[in-house]
């Protein structure tokens, strides 16, 4: 081919959509392709790929190219892809997939099988190495949704469509993230595009290494306990629409990343749980430390309760907890106590620490003083629970580290994660848990 037709080769490429939107996912003049000229059939591979900086980070992107046989994988674009995951895993740098693909050429036979069998292998080869992202800017049915919901985290666009079913049945945004299969909704794709930027800011690009430090502010003074603990306007929110009894979100506390799990006062129920369960097992394969805010009365179901139980338990990066209401029986040993294995717990002086609900307990240790009206039970409930369920008497108990106020949070959470920086856990030989 001549330098002519090469040179025109690569203007219609570079004209593409899929290769416009790495262009802006990328730093300005960082991009550089991987197998920019690689052909599928008459035309060229129905995928753009390569490699970039974002904010000076180092990623690895491929976008699905509609303009080129609508982006439907082939054995071309399978092969374009692996090679884009096996360069990730030998430099170890994060891989941000964006989807766009009227499903596969069905004429390669079972050929197109075996290319989306080799990647989603390179994807589960990456998981817990490089942190992955996948952003779903317009179709992505069948087969190719399998690869990307098994990215860490997936960025939707509202007009998107995702499904297995490849008649695009519950493939709106709105279902996968109710469903907790969608991590962060964007209104368009450059929206999309910006939230993949921020979302890798906050990742380590490999599992032994930091995520980068960033300049910060001071935390906002109102709000709940975790805005005004981390550092102002850090906080990105995951799965919103998820679990709505807890919260889960990557912060920044004095330009650290920290992932935070907050509870909000109501018992955690099944979606809650999967939710919690997720991120904390992500902080931990890239030893991101998690910050847990503690306030509710308990799990809704006992298979809920083991599922978050064993993601902490199992977790041996930065473990942090503050209960600031509430924490109830199995909900503290699973987010606070023995159970999970916190490094440092914290209370508020209003926070009430006890085995069962205060009114439970009242019934059962003073049930003489709980012969009155329903009315006059909860004060009295709660005048057992200020003298035997306190967060003093758990600190003179040993199951909190320090009773402090709301003023103080930031400053013993900074200080805690500054001391335990250093954290080396050898655990048993195994190959994973089965819980």
């Given at each position: 081919?001549?330098?002519?037709?090469?040179s025109q080769a690569k203007?219609?490429?570079?004209?593409?959509?899929?290769?416009?939107?790495?262009?802006?996912?990328?730093?300005?003049?960082?991009?550089?392709?991987?197998?920019?000229?690689?052909?599928?059939?008459?035309?060229?591979?129905?995928?753009?790929?390569?490699?970039?900086?974002?904010?000076?980070?180092?990623?690895?992107?491929?976008?699905?190219?509609?303009d080129f046989c609508g982006?439907?994988?082939?054995?071309?674009?399978?092969?374009?892809?692996?090679?884009?995951?096996?360069?990730?895993?030998?430099?170890?740098?994060?891989?941000?997939?964006?989807?766009?693909?009227?499903?596969?050429?069905?004429?390669?036979?079972?050929?197109?099988?075996?290319?989306?069998?080799?990647?989603?292998?390179?994807?589960?080869?990456?998981?817990?190495?490089?942190?992955?992202?996948?952003?779903?800017?317009?179709?992505?049915?069948?087969?190719?949704?399998?690869?990307?919901?098994?990215?860490?985290?997936?960025?939707?666009?509202?007009?998107?469509?995702?499904?297995?079913?490849?008649?695009?049945?519950?493939?709106?945004?709105?279902?996968?993230?109710?469903?907790?299969?969608?991590?962060?909704?964007?209104?368009?794709?450059?929206?999309?595009?910006?939230?993949?930027?921020?979302?890798?800011?906050?990742?380590?690009?490999?599992?032994?290494?930091?995520?980068?430090?960033?300049?910060?502010?001071?935390?906002?003074?109102?709000?709940?306990?975790?805005?005004?603990?981390?550092?102002?306007?850090?906080?990105?929110?995951?799965?919103?629409?998820?679990?709505?009894?807890?919260?889960?979100?990557?912060?920044?506390?004095?330009?650290?990343?920290?992932?935070?799990?907050?509870?909000?006062?109501?018992?955690?129920?099944?979606?809650?749980?999967?939710?919690?369960?997720?991120?904390?097992?992500?902080?931990?394969?890239?030893?991101?430390?998690?910050?847990?805010?503690?306030?509710?009365?308990?799990?809704?179901?006992?298979?809920?309760?083991?599922?978050?139980?064993?993601?902490?338990?199992?977790?041996?990066?930065?473990?942090?907890?503050?209960?600031?209401?509430?924490?109830?029986?199995?909900?503290?040993?699973?987010?606070?106590?023995?159970?999970a294995e916190a490094d440092?717990?914290?209370?508020?002086?209003?926070?009430?620490?006890?085995?069962?609900?205060?009114?439970?307990?009242?019934?059962?240790?003073?049930?003489?003083?709980?012969?009155?009206?329903?009315?006059?039970?909860?004060?009295?409930?709660?005048?057992?629970?200020?003298?035997?369920?306190?967060?003093?008497?758990?600190?003179?108990?040993?199951?909190?580290?320090?009773?402090?106020?709301?003023?103080?949070?930031?400053?013993?959470?900074?200080?805690?994660?500054?001391?335990?920086?250093?954290?080396?856990?050898?655990?048993?030989?195994?190959?994973?848990?089965?819980?």
């Amino acid at each position: 081919m001549s330098i002519e037709k090469i040179s025109q080769a690569k203007a219609e490429i570079a004209d593409s959509a899929a290769y416009k939107t790495l262009l802006s996912f990328f730093d300005e003049n960082s991009f550089v392709s991987v197998d920019n000229l690689a052909k599928s059939a008459d035309t060229y591979a129905e995928v753009a790929a390569g490699c970039g900086t974002v904010s000076g980070i180092q990623v690895y992107a491929f976008a699905q190219n509609s303009d080129f046989c609508g982006g439907a994988m082939s054995k071309a674009q399978a092969k374009k892809l692996k090679k884009i995951y096996d360069l990730a895993l030998k430099t170890g740098c994060p891989v941000v997939g964006f989807y766009d693909s009227k499903g596969g050429r069905i004429d390669e036979g079972n050929a197109l099988l075996a290319g989306y069998g080799e990647v989603l292998n390179s994807v589960g080869s990456l998981s817990g190495v490089v942190p992955q992202i996948s952003v779903v800017l317009g179709s992505c049915l069948g087969a190719g949704a399998l690869n990307a919901v098994s990215a860490d985290f997936v960025i939707m666009t509202k007009e998107a469509q995702l499904s297995l079913d490849t008649t695009g049945e519950n493939c709106s945004a709105a279902y996968n993230a109710e469903n907790g299969t969608v991590s962060v909704v964007a209104d368009n794709e450059s929206d999309a595009v910006r939230k993949a930027q921020e979302l890798i800011c906050y990742l380590p690009q490999n599992n032994i290494v930091e995520a980068f430090e960033f300049d910060y502010a001071e935390p906002d003074q109102e709000g709940c306990f975790a805005h005004r603990s981390v550092d102002a306007g850090s906080i990105f929110k995951l799965s919103k629409d998820y679990g709505k009894n807890s919260r889960t979100i990557f912060a920044r506390i004095e330009g650290k990343t920290v992932g935070v799990v907050n509870t909000t006062g109501k018992s955690l129920e099944s979606d809650d749980a999967a939710k919690i369960a997720k991120f904390v097992r992500f902080c931990d394969a890239f030893s991101i430390p998690v910050v847990t805010f503690v306030n509710s009365e308990g799990f809704t179901e006992l298979k809920s309760a083991a599922k978050v139980s064993s993601a902490y338990s199992e977790a041996t990066t930065v473990k942090i907890s503050i209960v600031t209401g509430k924490a109830v029986g199995a909900l503290y040993i699973a987010l606070a106590g023995t159970g999970a294995e916190a490094d440092m717990v914290y209370a508020l002086p209003e926070a009430v620490i006890s085995p069962v609900n205060p009114e439970a307990a009242a019934l059962i240790a003073i049930p003489e003083k709980m012969n009155v009206s329903v009315g006059e039970q909860k004060q009295v409930a709660k005048t057992y629970a200020d003298e035997n369920l306190s967060a003093e008497n758990a600190a003179e108990c040993g199951y909190v580290d320090d009773v402090i106020t709301a003023e103080e949070l930031r400053y013993y959470i900074a200080r805690s994660l500054s001391m335990l920086s250093g954290k080396r856990v050898e655990t048993l030989s195994k190959k994973h848990s089965t819980i």
